[in-house]
C-alpha cells in the first residue's frame, strides 16, 4: 500500500471543527486511512510521500456541482446582457461551431484553474463529452458528466440522435478512471427540451442507473411559458413527467414558489445555487434559506466561465452567503458554516461521491490552503475566513483520490503553459468560425 502524510496542518473536520491533524491517505485505494493527533501519532514516518502543510489548513477538496467547464473559451466574450439575449445572440451562434478539440482545449484549462483554487470535483453538462472525460481522467480529477441534449430548433430525427447520443455516452464513460467518472442524463432544460422526449428516454436513462440533472427555474423566462402552457409550475410539470427522485439535482432553482420547494423535498432532488451567474445574469436570487429549511439539498456551482467569469468556489461561496442574506432580507440567513457545506459535503452528495469531508474511508479529496497572508489574518473563524475572505490563490497543495495534483502551487498532471496556450488559439479560431471575432 502507497501512503501519503499530509501533516504539519491544521484540519477542518466534517462538524466543522478545526484542530491540529495529521492526515494519512492510502494512495493506492484513494481513501484517507486515519486522522490523528500529532502529538499521539507520527504517521508521517512510514510514509512513501508527505505534504507540508505547516501554517496551512486541511480542508476537504471543494465541489463545483453544475458547470459546463470547456466554457472558458468564451470567458469575458460577452458581458452585461440578459440571459435570453446572451444565448441567442452570443452563445448558441457560437456553440453551433464547437468542435471536439476546442471542448478539450476549453475543458483543460477549466480544469487546470479548478484544480489550482482547491476544488477536486464537479458536475458538468455540455458537448463532446467523451472530450471532457478525457481530460477528466488524464489530470486527476473526479466528476459526474453528461451530454447536455436539446431539442427546440432540431428537427425530430437529430433530437432523438441527440438523445441517443447523450445515453451512449453515459453508458459507455460511466466508472472510467478507476470510478473517477461518473456520468448523469442531462437533458438540458424544461424549455428546451419537449415532453415526448423525457417521456421517451427518462425510462432508459433510470434503467441504465443515471442520475437525472436539469437546469430549471433559472428566470422567469423559464417559468411563465410553462405555466401559461400548461397551468403549473415548472417543477410540478417535471415531476408529473417523473424527472424529480432521489438521485436527481436541478441547476439554479431561482425562481420557485413554496410548492415547488416542498415538492424538492418531497421527492429528494437537489438544487445547485450558482449565485454568481445567476447576478451577472439578473436571473434573480435564489431562495437558499428557504429551500434549506424545508430540507432540500443546495451545492454549489459556479456555472460556465462565460456567465461568472471564473471556476474559483471560494468566490461562489462569499456570493451565496451574501446573496442569500439578501434574499432573505435577514443578516443571519446562508451563514459561514453552510456555504462551506454546500461547496464541500452537499456537493458531493449530490454528485454522488464520497468525498466532501476528510475522515477515514473517505475519498482522499482535499486541499491545502496557506494561512499567512494579510487577507487571512487574524484568526478570528477560519469557517468565517473559508466562506468570506479565502480565495483560490491561497491553495498550496491539491489532492485527488489520493494522488497529489499540485503540489506548492505547481501543477503535476497538466502542463499549464501549454494549456493555456492551446486554450487561447482555439478560442481565436472558434469565435473567427462563428463570425463573432
Not at 432521489?246 to 429528494?268: I, T
Request: aromatic share 4%; net charge negative; proline share 4%.
Amino acid at each position: 500500500m502507497g501512503e501519503l502524510a499530509i501533516v504539519g496542518g491544521r484540519l477542518l473536520r466534517p462538524d466543522l471543527r478545526v484542530e491540529r491533524a495529521d492526515v494519512l491517505v492510502d494512495t493506492d485505494s484513494g481513501t484517507v486511512t486515519a486522522v490523528t493527533d500529532p502529538d499521539d501519532r507520527d504517521i508521517a514516518g512510514g510514509a512513501d510521500d508527505r505534504l507540508d502543510a505547516t501554517g496551512g489548513l486541511v480542508i476537504p477538496g471543494l465541489v463545483n456541482a453544475h458547470t459546463h467547464v470547456a466554457m472558458t473559451l468564451f470567458r469575458g466574450a460577452a458581458d452585461d446582457k440578459p440571459l435570453e439575449d446572451w444565448l441567442r445572440e452570443d452563445i448558441w451562434p457560437v456553440e453551433a461551431e464547437l468542435q471536439a478539440d476546442d471542448v478539450r482545449a476549453g475543458t483543460a484549462l477549466g480544469v487546470a484553474e479548478m484544480i489550482r483554487s482547491g476544488t477536486t470535483t464537479f458536475g458538468d453538462m455540455y458537448f463532446f463529452m467523451s472530450e471532457v472525460a478525457d481530460i477528466v481522467a488524464e489530470s486527476g480529477v473526479r466528476a459526474r458528466l453528461g451530454h447536455g441534449c436539446i431539442t427546440v430548433g432540431k428537427s425530430e430525427a437529430a433530437a432523438h440522435e441527440e438523445f441517443e447520443q447523450g445515453l451512449a455516452f453515459a453508458r459507455e464513460h460511466d466508472g472510467r478512471a478507476d470510478g473517477r467518472v461518473r456520468t448523469m442524463f442531462t437533458p438540458h432544460s424544461l424549455t428546451t427540451v419537449d415532453e415526448t422526449f423525457y417521456r421517451e428516454y427518462l425510462p432508459a436513462a433510470r434503467e441504465a442507473g443515471l442520475p437525472v440533472h436539469l437546469h430549471a427555474n433559472e428566470s422567469a423566462d423559464e417559468v411563465d411559458p410553462i405555466v401559461e402552457d400548461r397551468g403549473v409550475r415548472p417543477l410540478v410539470y417535471a415531476d408529473e413527467m417523473g424527472v424529480l427522485d432521489g438521485r436527481a439535482f436541478v441547476a439554479h432553482g431561482v425562481h420557485v414558489d413554496e410548492r415547488e420547494r416542498d415538492l424538492l423535498a418531497e421527492r429528494g432532488t437537489g438544487v445547485v445555487h450558482c449565485p454568481a451567474s445567476n447576478m451577472k445574469l439578473a436571473s434573480g436570487m435564489a431562495p437558499v434559506q428557504a429551500l434549506r429549511e424545508a430540507g432540500v439539498t443546495v451545492a454549489l456551482g459556479t456555472d460556465g466561465a462565460g456567465s461568472n467569469n471564473d471556476l474559483d468556489m471560494f468566490d461562489e461561496m462569499r456570493d451565496a452567503a451574501m446573496l442569500g442574506k439578501l434574499a432573505a432580507a435577514d443578516a443571519s440567513a446562508v451563514p459561514a458554516r453552510t456555504v462551506v457545506e454546500m461547496a464541500t459535503v452537499a456537493g458531493a452528495d449530490l454528485l454522488g461521491f464520497d468525498s466532501g469531508r476528510i475522515e477515514p474511508g473517505a475519498n482522499a479529496d482535499i486541499a491545502v490552503l496557506d494561512l499567512d497572508t494579510p487577507r487571512l489574518t487574524p484568526e478570528h473563524s477560519l469557517v468565517s475566513h473559508l466562506a468570506y475572505a479565502a480565495n483560490g490563490g491561497d491553495v498550496r497543495h491539491t489532492v485527488c483520490d489520493g494522488q497529489v495534483l499540485m503540489r506548492d502551487r505547481e501543477l503535476l498532471t497538466l502542463d499549464l503553459e501549454t494549456v493555456m496556450a492551446e486554450a487561447s488559439d482555439h478560442a481565436r479560431t472558434l469565435f473567427e468560425r462563428a463570425g463573432h471575432a
